[in-house]
C-alpha cells in the first residue's frame, strides 16, 4: 500500500509540472509554477524518460495492486499526453526560425550545414544541457569599472584562434533588475558566436534597489564604451558591436539599442560612441507603464515605483516614457530580433508583439519577431532542442548584420580605388557622403514576420 502511495504522490508533483508547463500561473504567485513549466517545457524529453523509469520501479515493486497505483499510472499516461503536445511545440522551433529568417532577410543565405564534430557536441549538450564549447576560451570576473562603492564585473568568451579584428557582442543578463548571474546567462549564445570568430563580453550593472533608475541602463552604456576603448586589447573592431539581453536584461539592451550617445545616460563619458549596430532581447519587458495591461496586477506599479524608479508615475510619468523601450522608438533604430515565448508568465507576450508592431513602423532597418509557442521565460538559459534551435538563427541573423558589413567595408575599398584612379588621371571625382556608404535597404514595414500563426499583435490602448 505504501508504494501505491509514494507513487500517487510522484505522479501528482509530474501532473502538477506538466499542468505548470501547459497553463502557467500568473504573477505574482506564480513563481513555483514558473519554475515547474520552465523545466518541463526545456527538458520535455528528459521528463519522459524520468518518468517512465519511475513508473517501471513503482509498478515492479507492487504499485499496481492497490487503488492509488492505478490512479497514478492514469495521471503519468495523461503528463504524457500532455508532454506529447509540448514537445510538438518544441520541435516547431526551428521551422519558425526558417520562416522569421527567411521573411524578414530574404538575402539571407541557407544554414550551413554543420561538421560532425558539431553535431556531437549539440547532442552532447541536449543529453547535459551545460554549456561549453571546446573551440572557446573564457576570462571570468573581470573587474572594469567601480560606481557607487560597487565593482563591476565582466566575462570575455573569445575563440582560441581569434582574428585580430573581430566583431563584439556584448550581453547584458536579467534578473528582475535586483538580482542576477553574469557568467550564468546566454551562454550557448555567446560560446556559439565565439567559436565562429566573435568576441562576447558579458557586463555587470548595478542592481536595485541600491540602484535607481536609469543607473543601470548608464552602466550598460558605460560597458559599451569600455568594450570600445580596450578594442586593441580584445582584438575587436570598435565599430562591430552587438548588443543582447534577456529578461531584465533584454529590456536595458533594447533601451541602449535606442538612446545611443544621449548625453543625459551618459554622464561622465557623453562623448562616447554608445551606438550599436543590432540588438537581440530575449523575452525582454518594453512598457514599464503596462499599458495594455499584460502584468494585469497591481504590485508591479508598486515594484516599479518603490524598487526601481523610487518615482510615483502621476509625478514623473517623463521617467517611466524613459525607462520604456516602447516610447523610445525612433527611425534611426538599429536592426532588432526581438525573442519572446507565447506563454511567457513573468514577460507579457502581448507588450513585446505591440512593441515589434511601432518598432516596424518607423526603423528604416529590418524589425524580426520570433514568438515561440507555449514557451516560457528564460527559455536559453541552457541548451534544450528549442534554445539551440532559436540560437541557430540568432546567429545566422548577426552573421548577416556581419556580412552587410563587411559589403560596406568592400563598397568603401572600391569607391577608393576608383578615386584614387581617377585622380591618377587629373579627373576629379566627387565624394560619397558617410550616409551613403552605410544606407541600409529600405524594409518592407507591411511584412509580418515571426508572429506565430495563432497570434496576432494586440492593439495599444
Known amino acids: 500500500m505504501t508504494v501505491s502511495w509514494l507513487y500517487l504522490v510522484g505522479a501528482l508533483i509530474g501532473a502538477w509540472f506538466t499542468k505548470s508547463a501547459l497553463w502557467p500561473s500568473r504573477l505574482p504567485?506564480?513563481?513555483?509554477?514558473?519554475?515547474?513549466?520552465?523545466?518541463?517545457?526545456?527538458?520535455?524529453?528528459?521528463?519522459?524518460?524520468?518518468?517512465?523509469?519511475?513508473?517501471?520501479?513503482?509498478?515492479?515493486?507492487?504499485?499496481?495492486?492497490?487503488?492509488?497505483?492505478?490512479?497514478?499510472?492514469?495521471?503519468?499516461?495523461?503528463?504524457?499526453?500532455?508532454?506529447?503536445?509540448?514537445?510538438?511545440?518544441?520541435?516547431?522551433?526551428?521551422?519558425?526560425?526558417?520562416?522569421?529568417?527567411?521573411?524578414?532577410?530574404?538575402?539571407e543565405p541557407p544554414p550551413r550545414q554543420r561538421d560532425r564534430a558539431a553535431?556531437?557536441?549539440?547532442?552532447?549538450?541536449?543529453?547535459?544541457?551545460?554549456?561549453?564549447?571546446?573551440?572557446?576560451?573564457?576570462?571570468?570576473?573581470?573587474?572594469?569599472?567601480?560606481?557607487?562603492?560597487?565593482?563591476?564585473?565582466?566575462?570575455?568568451?573569445?575563440?582560441?584562434?581569434?582574428?585580430?579584428?573581430?566583431?563584439?557582442?556584448?550581453?547584458?543578463?536579467?534578473?528582475?533588475?535586483?538580482?542576477?548571474?553574469?557568467?550564468?546567462?546566454?551562454?550557448?549564445?555567446?560560446?556559439?558566436?565565439?567559436?565562429?570568430?566573435?568576441?562576447?563580453?558579458?557586463?555587470?550593472?548595478?542592481?536595485?534597489?541600491?540602484a535607481t533608475f536609469p543607473d543601470h541602463l548608464i552602466d550598460v552604456k558605460h560597458g559599451i564604451a569600455w568594450v570600445r576603448e580596450h578594442a586593441d586589447e580584445l582584438g575587436i573592431d570598435p565599430s562591430k558591436l552587438v548588443i543582447a539581453g534577456n529578461s531584465a536584461g533584454g529590456h536595458l539592451a533594447a533601451l541602449a539599442a535606442l538612446t545611443p550617445g544621449r548625453p543625459e545616460l551618459q554622464p561622465g563619458f557623453e562623448h562616447a560612441d554608445t551606438s550599436v549596430g543590432a540588438c537581440l532581447p530575449f523575452y525582454g519587458i518594453y512598457d514599464l507603464l503596462d499599458r495594455d495591461a499584460g502584468f494585469g496586477f497591481d504590485d508591479w506599479m508598486r515594484f516599479v515605483?518603490?524598487?526601481?524608479?523610487?518615482?510615483?508615475?502621476?509625478?514623473?510619468?517623463?521617467?517611466?516614457?524613459l525607462a520604456s523601450p516602447i516610447d523610445q522608438i525612433n527611425p534611426d533604430a538599429p536592426p532588432f530580433l526581438v525573442v519572446h515565448g507565447s506563454k511567457d508568465s513573468l514577460a507579457p507576450t502581448s507588450t513585446a508583439r505591440e512593441f515589434v508592431r511601432q518598432l516596424r513602423e518607423v526603423s528604416a532597418n529590418p524589425v524580426l519577431y520570433l514568438e515561440l509557442p507555449g514557451t516560457q521565460h528564460a527559455f536559453d538559459v541552457f541548451p534544450s532542442i528549442r534554445s539551440i534551435a532559436v540560437i541557430d538563427g540568432c546567429v545566422r541573423f548577426l552573421e548577416q548584420v556581419r556580412t552587410r558589413w563587411r559589403n560596406v567595408r568592400d563598397a568603401e575599398a572600391s569607391d577608393d580605388e576608383q578615386a584614387e584612379g581617377s585622380s591618377s588621371e587629373g579627373v576629379a571625382q566627387p565624394e560619397c557622403s558617410s550616409s551613403e556608404a552605410v544606407a541600409q535597404p529600405e524594409r518592407d514595414n507591411d511584412a509580418r514576420v515571426g508572429a506565430t500563426r495563432d497570434a496576432e499583435p494586440r492593439g495599444r490602448r
Open 305 to 321: 515605483q518603490e524598487y526601481l524608479l523610487k518615482a510615483f508615475v502621476d509625478e514623473r510619468p517623463d521617467l517611466f516614457e
Open 29 to 107: 504567485w506564480g513563481i513555483p509554477s514558473f519554475f515547474a513549466g520552465w523545466l518541463t517545457n526545456e527538458l520535455v524529453v528528459h521528463h519522459y524518460v524520468w518518468q517512465a523509469v519511475a513508473a517501471g520501479l513503482f509498478i515492479a515493486n507492487g504499485a499496481l495492486e492497490h487503488w492509488p497505483g492505478w490512479v497514478a499510472l492514469g495521471l503519468t499516461l495523461l503528463q504524457w499526453v500532455g508532454n506529447a503536445y509540448i514537445l510538438r511545440n518544441v520541435l516547431r522551433a526551428r521551422s519558425l526560425v526558417e520562416e522569421v529568417l527567411r521573411e524578414g532577410l530574404p538575402e
Open 119 to 210: 553535431r556531437r557536441l549539440r547532442l552532447r549538450w541536449l543529453i547535459a544541457p551545460i554549456a561549453r564549447h571546446p573551440a572557446v576560451t573564457s576570462q571570468w570576473h573581470r573587474p572594469w569599472a567601480r560606481v557607487g562603492g560597487k565593482e563591476l564585473r565582466l566575462d570575455i568568451h573569445r575563440p582560441k584562434d581569434p582574428e585580430p579584428t573581430a566583431p563584439v557582442l556584448v550581453y547584458v543578463h536579467g534578473g528582475g533588475w535586483v538580482i542576477g548571474f553574469r557568467e550564468r546567462q546566454g551562454l550557448p549564445l555567446m560560446f556559439e558566436l565565439a567559436a565562429l570568430g566573435w568576441v562576447c563580453v558579458s557586463i555587470d550593472y548595478r542592481l536595485s534597489p541600491a
